[in-house]
């Protein structure tokens, strides 16, 4: 079946870095990638919205600047939270579309916990 | 505005019978989605609805109602590994998915 991996699983940081979190396609070429944020016990908050080669779109609310989002091959996806300060922790999931799959497939990566210090 | 219901959380006995609904109001449809997630990790797909009708996958079972604006998922035979969050998800007239809050399904022994 179709891999998404992410990297790292878990950081930690101090309040001012910036952190750089990777989304790959392990076995399959993405058109789309999806970058979501999950808080305690709450659902899945989607981000924004990448295609390979363009600009990402992001959602209402979401601070561009703030969460920098490339998405420079079919395969790879990377969300840079700058200049992070505590309430940026999270849970942070990415996922993505296949290129020969039909528009319903989405498949996860396990997830990046964020706790910025 | 758009928006995704489902309960909070459920309890149920192993070995038993559960049904966890979710009802929706969005701009257009274009299908309906059943996540499990377990705590700290990310979804996983456990069943798509876009017709009315039951779709059934060994223990796990999704209904859709669309005139209704209703899905339920029912799950058999309960297994201790089937507490999770359960997340209902609806594909918008653009193709976005718009989550629920999820419900956290506990087992007991």
């Known amino acids: 079946g179709a891999v998404v991996s992410q990297h790292p699983s878990r950081v930690i940081c101090k309040s001012g870095t910036s952190v750089k979190i990777e989304c790959r396609s392990l076995d399959f070429q993405a058109t789309t990638m999806f970058w979501y944020r999950q808080f305690p016990k709450q659902s899945l908050m989607l981000m924004a919205t990448s295609n390979e080669g363009s600009k990402a779109t992001y959602e209402q609310g979401v601070e561009k600047d703030k969460f920098l989002i490339n998405h420079a091959s079919l395969t790879l996806s990377t969300l840079t939270v700058t200049s992070a300060h505590p309430e940026d922790s999270s849970f942070y999931i990415c996922s993505a579309t296949p290129l020969a799959g039909g528009p319903n497939e989405q498949f996860f990566g396990p997830g990046t916990r964020l706790t910025v210090l | 505005g758009q928006n995704i219901?489902?309960?909070?959380?459920?309890t149920a006995t192993e070995g038993a019978i559960v049904q966890i609904n979710c009802t929706y109001q969005t701009s257009g449809f274009n299908g309906l989605f059943w996540y499990q997630q377990h705590a700290g990790e990310a979804p996983t797909f456990l069943s798509y609805n876009v017709l009315d009708?039951?779709?059934?996958?060994?223990?796990?079972?999704?209904?859709?109602?669309?005139?209704?604006?209703?899905?339920?998922l029912l799950l058999k035979e309960l297994q201790m590994k089937d507490s999770a969050s359960y997340l209902c998800a609806v594909k918008d007239s653009n193709y976005q998915l718009i989550w629920g809050a999820g419900t956290k399904l506990i087992i007991k022994p």
């Open chain 2, 53 to 72: 009708g039951l779709e059934e996958k060994g223990r796990f079972s999704s209904f859709l109602s669309r005139s209704k604006g209703y899905s339920y």
């Open chain 2, 5 to 10: 219901d489902q309960p909070t959380e459920m």
